[in-house]
Nanobody, 125 residues
Framework: QVDVVESGGGSVQAGGSLRLSCAVSDYSSNCMGWFRRAPGKEREGVAVIHVDGMTSYADSVKGRFTISQDNTKNTIYLQMHSLKPEETAMYYC?????????????????????WGQGTQVSVSS
């Protein structure tokens, strides 16, 4: 049983910051990522991180979001700055065994097999 557990969501005003965390148990992930689903929209990729620390971001979050990891804890983080109301969404963490390199650091949710339940981020204007 692989457990993926997110935490750190909450409510902030536009321009604010939040830090999400994700821990994966009993599993050695070579690629982990953050995705989000806004109300009425499809799930979209936000950022992924390779086991060696290389990262990839959606264009919409570049320069504002930072994905990082603590390999000793099999944990990743998403530091979000300058949040916008349209980024209100359920944020999901995902993990997989094959590397981010194997998928050219793509942000496709179909490439990930292990998912958390999500953590809500609400940004008010």
């Amino acid at each position: 049983q692989v457990d993926v557990v997110e935490s750190g969501g909450g409510s902030v005003q536009a321009g604010g910051s939040l830090r999400l965390s994700c821990a994966v148990s009993d599993y050695s992930s070579n690629c982990m990522g953050w995705f989000r689903r806004a109300p009425g929209k499809e799930r979209e990729g936000v950022a992924v991180i390779h086991v060696d620390g290389m990262t990839s971001y959606a264009d919409s979050v570049k320069g504002r979001f930072t994905i990082s990891q603590d390999n000793t804890k099999n944990t990743i983080y998403l530091q979000m700055h300058s949040l916008k109301p349209e980024e209100t969404a359920m944020y999901y963490c995902a993990a997989r065994l094959f590397t981010c390199i194997d998928s050219d650091f793509g942000l496709r949710d179909a490439d990930f097999g292990y998912w958390g339940q999500g953590t809500q981020v609400s940004v008010s204007s």
